[in-house]
Nanobody
C-alpha cells in the first residue's frame, strides 16, 4: 500500500515562495499519477495540479504560471514549487496518488496534509 508524507508548508508573505515535497513509499506501480489538492477553511477540497508518470502536467487556472509540479520517479518524490503566493492560496495542501495514467478525484491515497499560510 502506498504511503504519502508531505513537508515544506509554513507561513510566507504575499509574493513569496514555498516548495512542498511529498515522499511516497510502498508498492508504487510504473504507471501512476500524483498531484496536489488543497482545502481552505469553509471550502471544498480542490485539485491544484497533477502529473503523470511520464511527466505530463495539469493545473487549475488560478495557479497557472505561478505553481510548478514535478516528480522524481527514481526517488519516489513529488514536488510543488509555489511562487508569487497570494492570501487566497492559504490552505492545507494534500499530496495524492492514483495507480492509473491520470489522477482520479478522489484519488486512491492521500497524505496527511501540510498547512500553507500566506499572510503579511
Amino acid at each position: 500500500q502506498v504511503q504519502l508524507v508531505e513537508s515544506g508548508g509554513g507561513l510566507v508573505q504575499p509574493g513569496g515562495s514555498l516548495r512542498l515535497s511529498c515522499a511516497a513509499s510502498g508498492s508504487i506501480p510504473r504507471i501512476s499519477a500524483m498531484g496536489w489538492f488543497r482545502q481552505a477553511p469553509g471550502k471544498q477540497r480542490e485539485l491544484v495540479a497533477s502529473i503523470t508518470s511520464g511527466g505530463s502536467t495539469s493545473y487549475t487556472d488560478s495557479v497557472k504560471g505561478r505553481f510548478t509540479i514535478s516528480r522524481d520517479n527514481g526517488k519516489n518524490m513529488l514536488y510543488l514549487q509555489m511562487n508569487s503566493l497570494k492570501p487566497d492560496d492559504t490552505a492545507v495542501y494534500y499530496c495524492a496518488f492514483s495507480p492509473f495514467f491520470l489522477l482520479t478525484n478522489p484519488p486512491s491515497r492521500w497524505g496527511q496534509g501540510t498547512q500553507v499560510t500566506v499572510s503579511s
